[in-house]
T-cell receptor, first 118, second 115 residues
Framework: NAGVTQTPKFRILKIGQSMTLQCAQDMNHNYMYWYRQDPGMGLKLIYYSVGAGITDKGEVPNGYNVSRSTTEDFPLRLELAAPSQTSVYFC?????????????????FGAGSRLTVL | AQSVTQLDSQVPVFEEAPVELRCNYSSSVSVYLFWYVQYPNQGLQLLLKYLSGSTLVKGINGFEAEFNKSQTSFHLRKPSVHISDTAEYFCAVSDSGFGNEKLTFGTGTRLTIIP
């Protein structure tokens, strides 16, 4: 059981370049998320999805786009990379139902993708 | 809106000594509280959670936390730490048991264990 898999682990981009961070989960979770982690700032939610075909903005969505065509995959797209997007990006997933349940708010994280924009 | 404050950004502790990592929250509604741990070069993983019931919650690796509604706190404790506890610890709060998009993380506390 792989859990949440992120690729690539490391990437260096030049200003203005584009790229996609890939995220896949094999736990049949309905919720998926993208966070960025900056030193001393904790985690900030970029985008999230409550199921295939449904996405919504989080706290810091500017400069990013997402799609959710399948339950398993949730790629994050950076269209015009800027130095402010230098960060560690984490994908996560969880399973939630109408009644909440033990799985509510229990996120499974990927190992992270470290992105540097120069 | 909810928020989380972790008062200590770094906590050094000698091995086998006790430790407390502090977390305070603010929210206008009932809350659910969590501690996540991040080991070096890894993603976060759940340490423990409070949804309802007993205010003393036990988690993995000997950690426990106590929910104090009157002081709006959820401090994490361990009676005797080990080198392997070196990690960053994040407190998080949600005001909904359904709808995980409401999870708000604190800025983290880096726990360093001194041999």
């Amino acid at each position: 059981n792989a859990g949440v898999t992120q690729t690539p682990k490391f990437r260096i981009l030049k200003i203005g370049q584009s790229m996609t961070l890939q995220c896949a989960q094999d736990m049949n979770h309905n919720y998926m998320y993208w966070y960025r982690q900056d030193p001393g700032m904790g985690l900030k939610l970029i985008y999230y999805s409550v199921g295939a075909g449904i996405t919504d903005k989080g706290e810091v969505p500017n400069g990013y786009n997402v799609s959710r065509s399948t339950t398993e995959d949730f790629p994050l797209r950076l269209e015009l990379a800027a130095p402010s997007q230098t960060s560690v990006y984490f994908c996560a997933s969880s399973y939630a139902t109408d009644s909440g349940g033990d799985g509510a708010n229990v996120l499974t994280f990927g190992a992270g993708s470290r992105l540097t924009v120069l | 809106a909810q928020s989380v404050t972790q008062l200590d950004s770094q906590v050094p502790v000698f091995e086998e000594a006790p430790v407390e990592l502090r977390c305070n929250y603010s929210s206008s509604v009932s809350v659910y509280l969590f501690w996540y741990v991040q080991y070096p070069n890894q993603g976060l993983q759940l340490l423990l959670k409070y949804l309802s019931g007993s205010t003393l919650v036990k988690g993995i690796n000997g950690f426990e936390a106590e929910f104090n509604k009157s002081q709006t706190s959820f401090h994490l404790r361990k009676p005797s730490v080990h080198i392997s506890d070196t990690a960053e610890y994040f407190c998080a709060v949600s005001d909904s048991g359904f709808g995980n998009e409401k999870l708000t993380f604190g800025t983290g506390t880096r726990l360093t264990i001194i041999p």
